[in-house]
């Protein structure tokens, strides 16, 4: 049973301000928290937040607390009317890394009645932060049993997972991942889950370095086959794939697995407002990468990471052709968005105008043809021309990016780098900082929401 917690990097930074004060004394917040429920996974990600005022508490030392719960009355209502679960969670300002027998009695008697409150017997969770910031906790079933929470998940300018107890032999294929960036991280690759939609321009050579990073697990979707049109730019196919319209997912799994480095593949030969079972699938990893053209699958995208708290990487070249046989420009962006922050509408990388032709274009190709003609649709790029040297450049900006939040390693602060515009005609790359866009204030109230009909509020995926 997988049992996570996932935590947004504004959240996380707030906790920490106020569950570490100077004073060194133990401080306490309440969260509520929107779930992930499955058969073999139980998420459950913040949603929204409540600090109890420390001068407020009962006690507080270095190593005891004793709180009102006061300020969590409209928690409890909220619960009692919705599948919502509560997070406690508080401080251990002198690093003691497990529950600690008071903890035991306070955190039985606080979920018993908890559960006097909900609405049905899915469990809730408590959580203890250590002076560095991380976090370690456990979930509460109905039966008042525990069990503990296999992995912490931190969607912020860097990328943080907490896990217990695991451990990783390293062999001759991770030497060189390890020397330049370390043990850590490759532990951190090794159990990354990492979801790719768009097998084709951008997202083949993303996954192949994902792989030859070492990465635990990939995810892959894409609707289409291989065509001979496809060879110029999607690593390991062959005309043969090709005149068998071999599905991509399944070539590039097939390669995978070839290569024996051990990482797991999981493939969805389908366009993700086709599959519930895909979407679901892509809840579950720790961090998704977005290569498509079309607009509305990555708007999905980007609504998706926000609801389950999930990083957030999009990948787009554009080639513009002079219409003599000749390129006038090619540029490219990689986005990173995280959830409570902006988003790909607010920072203008499509509109709402785009929005609605692209899925006219998904649904109706044949009326959305005849609405453009007639001036009744702007024309959205559906299909954008692309080779193999510009996008391995792409992706290996995305892939850097990804390892510079996990492992900070370029001059300036992750923050820094919230989007990358790549314009390879003119030779230049410029880095737009999170600060520089507009928060997506609708994102930010769904952020952490988790499992609602219909699913992430889209009508179109209510089946």
């Not at 409570?340 to 190709?365: E, H, M």
């Not at 989007?419 to 880095?431: F, K």
Request: glycine share 6%.
């Amino acid at each position: 049973m997988k049992l996570q917690l996932r935590v947004s990097g504004e959240h996380h930074e707030v906790l920490k301000a106020h569950l570490l004060p100077s004073d060194g004394k133990e401080a306490v917040a309440v969260a509520l928290c929107g779930r992930f429920y499955e058969n073999d996974s139980i998420f459950l990600m913040i949603h929204d937040l409540t600090l109890v005022p420390h001068d407020e508490c009962y006690s507080r030392e270095w190593d005891i607390l004793t709180w009102p719960t006061n300020h969590i009355t409209h928690y409890f209502e909220r619960i009692n009317k919705s599948d919502l679960a509560i997070l406690k969670i508080h401080s251990h300002p002198g690093g003691y890394d497990k529950f600690s027998n008071t903890d035991d009695i306070s955190d039985a008697e606080f979920f018993d009645s908890v559960f006097g409150w909900s609405i049905n017997d899915k469990p809730h969770a408590s959580a203890v932060m250590l002076p560095d910031g991380e976090i370690f906790g456990r979930f509460f079933f109905h039966d008042l049993h525990s069990e503990p929470i296999t992995k912490v998940c931190v969607a912020g300018d860097t990328i943080l997972h907490y896990t217990k107890g695991k451990n990783f032999t390293f062999d001759d294929f991770a030497k060189r991942t390890i020397q330049a960036f370390g043990e850590k991280t490759y532990q951190c690759l090794k159990e990354l889950t990492v979801g790719v939609v768009g097998c084709s321009g951008t997202g083949s050579p993303t996954i192949e370095q994902l792989v030859r990073l070492g990465v635990g697990k990939i995810i892959l979707i894409d609707p289409d086959t291989v065509e001979l049109k496809n060879l110029n730019r999607i690593l390991n196919t062959t005309v043969e794939d090709a005149q068998n319209s071999k599905p991509k997912v399944e070539v590039i799994a097939n390669s995978i697995k070839k290569f024996g480095l051990n990482t797991i593949v999981e493939t969805f030969q389908t366009n993700l407002y086709d599959s519930i079972y895909a979407l679901k699938a892509l809840v579950k990893c720790d961090v998704i990468f977005g290569c498509m053209d079309s607009v509305d699958g990555r708007h999905l995208l980007n609504q998706l990471c926000s609801f389950y708290l999930i990083p957030y990487f999009d990948l787009g070249v554009k080639l513009e052709a002079d219409g003599t046989g000749g390129i006038n420009k090619i540029c490219a962006s990689v986005h990173y968005l995280q959830p409570r922050k902006s988003s790909l509408i607010t920072r203008g990388v499509y509109t709402t105008d785009d929005l609605k032709a692209s899925s006219q274009f998904r649904k109706n190709p044949s009326e959305y043809e005849n609405l453009k003609q007639n001036a009744y649709i702007k024309n959205v790029n559906v299909n954008s021309p692309a080779v193999i040297s510009v996008n391995m450049q792409i992706a290996s900006h995305a892939i850097n990016e990804l390892l510079n939040r996990i492992h900070p390693f370029k001059a300036d602060s992750p923050d820094s780098y919230a989007a990358s515009t790549i314009d390879i005609t003119e030779a230049y790359i410029v880095n737009s900082n999170e600060n520089d866009f507009h928060i997506d204030e609708y994102l930010k109230k769904k952020s952490g929401k988790g499992d609602v009909l219909p699913f992430i509020e889209i009508a179109e995926l209510s089946i």
